[in-house]
T-cell receptor, first 108, second 111 residues
Framework: AQRVTQPEKLLSVFKGAPVELKCNYSYSGSPELFWYVQYSRQRLQLLLRHISRESIKGFTADLNKGETSFHLKKPFAQEEDSAMYYCALTGSNYKLTFGKGTLLTVNP | DGGITQSPKYLFRKEGQNVTLSCEQNLNHDAMYWYRQDPGQGLRLIYYSQIVNDFQKGDIAEGYSVSREKKESFPLTVTSAQKNPTAFYLC??????????FGQGTRLTVV
């Protein structure tokens, strides 16, 4: 069974502080991993995917197969980063599974 | 994300009635998905379809049914067997391994 775990429901940081949103996964094969973001009153949208290895809005995420983790990081949080963040996994069966999400609040 | 459309945005039904939520995409995506989003529960997968005329149960399929007669369309029926149908429902589509595009969602209220 594939599973995505986001241990923190809520995360609150101050502007300019580093932020790390944790994501652990369970999957027997080689997964595709994603981070999605949902800003207030907007549709869920892709933030980044592990295969592209790019930085979007200052966020990066590294796939650690040994620890089965895909944590999302940003060195200096901004107030506009406040949103709900979801880690997601898809395997060879097309099944796209999401974690429960972490609500990030960046305080001024 | 204008390529995937859910309708209606709000839906009210009486308890015991079946109701069908619409999801249409013009992105030529193979895969389509239905999720239920509840506070604190994240997105829970109801059903998904890899190809026309084929679909798979997700993690919470009980009380729901789907069809995939056309590539563009993946309607979800919430049946009277669903014990707690009031929720926010999200439809998505994608190509395998690629980003998923989401609809605006349908908020269903059963009274």
């Amino acid at each position: 069974a594939q599973r995505v775990t986001q241990p923190e429901k809520l995360l609150s940081v101050f502007k300019g502080a580093p932020v790390e949103l944790k994501c652990n996964y369970s999957y027997s094969g080689s997964p595709e991993l994603f981070w999605y973001v949902q800003y207030s009153r907007q549709r869920l949208q892709l933030l980044l995917r592990h295969i592209s290895r790019e930085s979007i809005k200052g966020f990066t995420a590294d796939l650690n197969k040994g620890e089965t983790s895909f944590h999302l990081k940003k060195p200096f949080a901004q107030e506009e980063d406040s949103a709900m963040y979801y880690c997601a996994l898809t395997g060879s069966n097309y099944k796209l599974t999401f974690g429960k999400g972490t609500l990030l609040t960046v305080n001024p | 994300d204008g390529g995937i459309t859910q309708s209606p945005k709000y839906l009210f039904r009486k308890e015991g009635q079946n109701v069908t939520l619409s999801c249409e995409q013009n992105l030529n995506h193979d895969a389509m998905y239905w999720y239920r989003q509840d506070p604190g529960q994240g997105l829970r997968l109801i059903y998904y379809s890899q190809i026309v005329n084929d679909f798979q149960k997700g993690d919470i399929a009980e009380g729901y049914s789907v069809s995939r007669e056309k590539k563009e369309s993946f309607p979800l029926t919430v049946t009277s067997a669903q014990k707690n149908p009031t929720a926010f429902y999200l439809c998505a589509s994608s190509m395998w391994g690629e980003r998923a595009f989401f609809g605006q969602g349908t908020r269903l209220t059963v009274v």
